[in-house]
C-alpha cells in the first residue's frame, strides 16, 4: 500500500513539474513572440521610407522636401531606465501654436506614421512630433511594453513638443493601433492646460483582451492558463502586467474631448472593441466606424474624409489653421 502510494505521488509529481516545465517554456515564448519580435522590427526599420512611398505615394515630395531642407529633426530624451529614446519633429509650413503628438502602432515606428505627421503638417498646418516608442525604430529598450508605461514616456514628449513649438501649444495626440491604445491611455492620467483633444485611431480594449484574441485565432488555445502565467512573467521581468494596461479603464477617466475611428472591416484589433470604449468614455467625444476599412487602413482607403472628420473634430479645439485643399491622386 505505501509503495503504490509513494508511486502515485512520484507519477503526480512528475506530471506538475512537467506541466510546470511546459508553462514556463510557453509563458517566456509568448513573452519574446509578442513582445520581442526582433526579425520584424529590423526588417520595417530598413524599408520604413520605401514602404511608406509605396503605401502612401503623396507622401514623397513632402517628406523628402522637409528631410533634404533639414526640416524632420530628431531630438532624444533618457528614459527612466537611462534608454535613449529618440523622436522626429518638424514645425508647421507658417508659425502656429497648433501641435500634434502622433503616435505609432505595433513593431512601427514614427517614419511609419508620417501619412498622419502629412495629414497634420501639410494639410492641417500644424506643428508635428512623432516619437519612436520604447524598443522600437531609433529608440532602445528591453521590450515592447503594448502602451502601458509608454503613456508615461508620451506624456514627457508631449512635454517636448510644447516647449519646441512655443511653450504655449494647442495639442491634439492622435494614435494608431498601439499606439491610439497608448493615446487612451495617457488620455487617463492628468493633463497639462495645453493639451485638448485626442483622436485613437483602432486601439484596443487591454493588452489582456487582445492577447486573448491571438492566443485564440493563432494558437487555438484559451487563455488559462498560459495568459496568466505570461502575465505574471511580464510583471516580474518588465514591471507590468497585461491586465493593469487597460485603456477601457484609462479612457474612462479621461476629460478632454475624443475622436474614435475603427474599420468595420478590422479583424486585427475587432471593431466591437471600440464600443465599449467609446461608452466608457465620458463627455464630448465622436465615433466614426468606417465601412470596409481593415485594421489601420481607415486613413489610407478614405484620405479626404479622415482628413475632414479629423481636421472638423480637432478644430473645434485646437483652432482651423491654414488648411490645403486634399488631393488624392
Same mark, same amino acid.
Given at each position: 500500500?505505501?509503495?503504490?502510494?509513494?508511486?502515485?505521488?512520484?507519477?503526480?509529481?512528475?506530471?506538475?513539474?512537467? /506541466? +510546470?516545465?511546459?508553462? @514556463?517554456?510557453?509563458?517566456?515564448?509568448?513573452?519574446?513572440?509578442?513582445?520581442?519580435?526582433?526579425?520584424?522590427?529590423?526588417?520595417?526599420?530598413? =524599408?520604413?521610407?520605401?514602404?511608406?512611398?509605396?503605401?502612401?505615394?503623396?507622401?514623397?515630395?513632402?517628406?523628402?522636401?522637409?528631410?533634404?531642407?533639414?526640416?524632420?529633426?530628431?531630438?532624444?530624451?533618457?528614459?527612466?531606465?537611462?534608454?535613449?529614446?529618440?523622436?522626429?519633429?518638424?514645425?508647421?509650413?507658417?508659425?502656429?501654436?497648433?501641435?500634434?503628438?502622433?503616435?505609432?502602432?505595433?513593431?512601427?515606428?514614427?517614419? #511609419?506614421?508620417?501619412?498622419?505627421?502629412?495629414?497634420?503638417?501639410?494639410?492641417? +498646418?500644424?506643428?508635428?512630433?512623432?516619437?519612436?516608442?520604447?524598443?522600437? +525604430?531609433? =529608440?532602445?529598450? &528591453?521590450?515592447?511594453?503594448?502602451?502601458?508605461?509608454?503613456?508615461?514616456?508620451?506624456? #514627457?514628449?508631449?512635454?517636448?513638443?510644447? +516647449?519646441?513649438?512655443?511653450?504655449?501649444?494647442?495639442?491634439?495626440?492622435?494614435?494608431?493601433?498601439?499606439?491610439?491604445?497608448?493615446?487612451?491611455? /495617457?488620455?487617463?492620467?492628468?493633463?497639462?492646460?495645453?493639451?485638448?483633444?485626442?483622436?485613437?485611431?483602432?486601439?484596443?480594449?487591454?493588452?489582456?483582451?487582445?492577447?486573448?484574441?491571438?492566443?485564440?485565432?493563432?494558437?487555438?488555445?484559451?487563455?488559462?492558463?498560459?495568459?496568466?502565467?505570461? =502575465?505574471?512573467?511580464?510583471?516580474?521581468?518588465?514591471?507590468?502586467?497585461?491586465?493593469? @494596461?487597460?485603456?477601457?479603464?484609462?479612457?474612462?477617466?479621461?476629460?478632454?474631448?475624443?475622436?474614435?475611428?475603427?474599420?468595420? @472591416?478590422?479583424?486585427?484589433?475587432?471593431?466591437?472593441?471600440?464600443?465599449?470604449?467609446?461608452?466608457?468614455?465620458?463627455?464630448?467625444?465622436?465615433?466614426?466606424?468606417?465601412?470596409?476599412?481593415?485594421?489601420?487602413? =481607415?486613413?489610407?482607403?478614405?484620405?479626404?474624409?479622415?482628413?475632414? &472628420? /479629423?481636421?472638423?473634430?480637432?478644430? &473645434?479645439?485646437?483652432?482651423?489653421?491654414?488648411?490645403? @485643399?486634399?488631393?488624392?491622386?
Amino acid at each position: 500500500m505505501k509503495k503504490s502510494l509513494k508511486k502515485s505521488i512520484g507519477i503526480v509529481l512528475a506530471a506538475l513539474v512537467a /506541466v +510546470g516545465g511546459l508553462l @514556463a517554456g510557453g509563458s517566456f515564448y509568448m513573452l519574446s513572440y509578442a513582445l520581442r519580435p526582433d526579425a520584424v522590427m529590423a526588417e520595417k526599420n530598413a =524599408s520604413s521610407y520605401e514602404y511608406m512611398y509605396a503605401e502612401y505615394p503623396f507622401l514623397a515630395e513632402w517628406a523628402d522636401s522637409l528631410r533634404s531642407s533639414g526640416a524632420l529633426r530628431d531630438t532624444v530624451i533618457v528614459g527612466d531606465g537611462g534608454e535613449r529614446l529618440h523622436a522626429v519633429y518638424a514645425a508647421a509650413p507658417e508659425p502656429t501654436d497648433r501641435t500634434a503628438v502622433i503616435v505609432h502602432g505595433y513593431t512601427d515606428n514614427a517614419v #511609419r506614421m508620417l501619412m498622419i505627421g502629412y495629414l497634420y503638417n501639410h494639410d492641417l +498646418g500644424c506643428n508635428i512630433l512623432l516619437p519612436d516608442l520604447h524598443y522600437h +525604430g531609433e =529608440s532602445e529598450g &528591453r521590450a515592447i511594453r503594448m502602451g502601458w508605461k509608454d503613456r508615461l514616456d508620451v506624456l #514627457r514628449w508631449m512635454d517636448i513638443a510644447n +516647449g519646441l513649438f512655443g511653450g504655449r501649444t494647442r495639442m491634439v495626440v492622435h494614435g494608431i493601433s498601439m499606439g491610439a491604445a497608448t493615446t487612451m491611455m /495617457v488620455s487617463g492620467e492628468p493633463q497639462r492646460p495645453y493639451v485638448k483633444c485626442f483622436v485613437e485611431d483602432c486601439g484596443y480594449t487591454s493588452v489582456w483582451d487582445e492577447f486573448r484574441k491571438e492566443l485564440r485565432e493563432q494558437f487555438s488555445l484559451p487563455a488559462f492558463p498560459l495568459l496568466y502565467t505570461a =502575465s505574471w512573467l511580464c510583471d516580474l521581468k518588465y514591471g507590468w502586467s497585461f491586465r493593469e @494596461a487597460s485603456a477601457l479603464r484609462q479612457v474612462a477617466k479621461c476629460e478632454l474631448p475624443m475622436l474614435f475611428i475603427h474599420g468595420d @472591416a478590422d479583424d486585427f484589433v475587432p471593431t466591437r472593441m471600440v464600443y465599449p470604449l467609446y461608452e466608457a468614455k465620458p463627455g464630448e467625444k465622436e465615433l466614426w466606424v468606417v465601412p470596409g476599412a481593415a485594421h489601420a487602413m =481607415s486613413y489610407r482607403d478614405n484620405r479626404a474624409e479622415y482628413t475632414r &472628420r /479629423v481636421a472638423e473634430f480637432v478644430g &473645434r479645439y485646437v483652432g482651423d489653421g491654414p488648411a490645403r @485643399a486634399v488631393r488624392t491622386d
